[in-house]
């Protein structure tokens, strides 16, 4: 089992920034794939962005151009650059490794 802590967020106005962290308890190295996953209010959690170990990104297609998804295996981390946030993208984001769930990050954009 891997243990995710995420870090990062916060109240930001639309059209401003945020970089999500994404902490982990091994080798990041060793995980094929990791992510970050988006859940609004009132709807299903679902994809943002995710990277492998070979540095192989993915994005939805509502952020991609805008949110960057990076990590660093020496520090064990994952990150998420959001830029030009809009309020739709309002929700808790959570780090993924397989069945692995970070406690989530809140991040809410004012309109």
């Known amino acids: 089992q891997v243990q995710l802590v995420e870090s990062g967020g916060g109240l930001v106005q639309a059209g401003g920034s945020l970089r999500l962290s994404c902490t982990a308890s091994?080798?990041?190295?060793?995980?094929?794939?990791m992510a970050w996953y988006r859940q609004a209010p009132g709807k299903q959690r679902e994809l943002v962005a995710a990277?492998?170990?070979?540095?192989?990104?993915h994005y939805s297609a509502v952020v991609s151009g805008r949110f960057t998804i990076s990590s660093d295996f020496r520090k064990n981390m994952m990150y998420l650059q959001m830029n030009s946030l809009e309020h739709e993208k309002t929700g808790v984001y959570y780090c993924?490794?397989?069945?692995?769930w970070g406690q989530g990050t809140q991040v809410t954009v004012s309109s």
């Open positions: 993924n490794v397989e069945d692995d």
């Open positions: 091994v080798r990041i190295f060793r995980l094929i794939k």
């Open positions: 990277i492998t170990n070979g540095g192989r990104t």
